[in-house]
Nanobody
Framework: QVQLVESGGGLVQAGGSLRLSCAAS????????MGWYRRAPGKQRELVAQ???????DYAEFAKGRFTISRDNAKNTVYLEINSLKLEDTGVYYC???????????????WGQGTQVVVSS
C-alpha cells in the first residue's frame, strides 16, 4: 500500500510562485515515474509534468518555461515549482507515481488526494 501526500498548495497572487511537494510512503519495492497532473475548474485532468527515477523529464506544452519538476529519490518525493503564476493555473494538482509493490509485480499507478491552487488577480 502506497500513500501519497501532497502539500504546498494555497492562495497566491498572479505573478507569484509556488512549490508543491508529494511524498510517497508505505511498503513498496521501487518507484519509477512520478508526475503532476492538474484539473482546472470545468476541465478534465491533464498532465503537467513527469520525471523518471533517472531524472528524465517531460512537460506538457503549456508547462514549458514556468513549471519545473524535480525529485529526491532518497525521500521518494517529487516537487513541482510553478513560477509567474497565471489565473489559468488555478485548479487541483494531483501527484501520481508508478510503483512496483514487489520485485516481481507489475507497475501500479497511485494517485494523491490533490492540493488546491488558487491564483488571484
Amino acid at each position: 500500500q502506497v500513500q501519497l501526500v501532497e502539500s504546498g498548495g494555497g492562495l497566491v497572487q498572479a505573478g507569484g510562485s509556488l512549490r508543491l511537494s508529494c511524498a510517497a510512503s508505505g511498503k513498496f519495492f521501487s518507484i519509477n515515474l512520478m508526475g503532476w497532473y492538474r484539473r482546472a475548474p470545468g476541465k478534465q485532468r491533464e498532465l503537467v509534468a513527469q520525471i523518471t527515477s533517472g531524472g528524465t523529464t517531460d512537460y506538457a506544452e503549456f508547462a514549458k518555461g514556468r513549471f519545473t519538476i524535480s525529485r529526491d529519490n532518497a525521500k521518494n518525493t517529487v516537487y513541482l515549482e510553478i513560477n509567474s503564476l497565471k489565473l489559468e493555473d488555478t485548479g487541483v494538482y494531483y501527484c501520481a507515481t508508478d510503483v512496483r509493490p514487489t520485485s516481481g509485480s507489475a507497475w501500479i499507478t497511485n494517485w494523491g488526494q490533490g492540493t488546491q491552487v488558487v491564483v488571484s488577480s
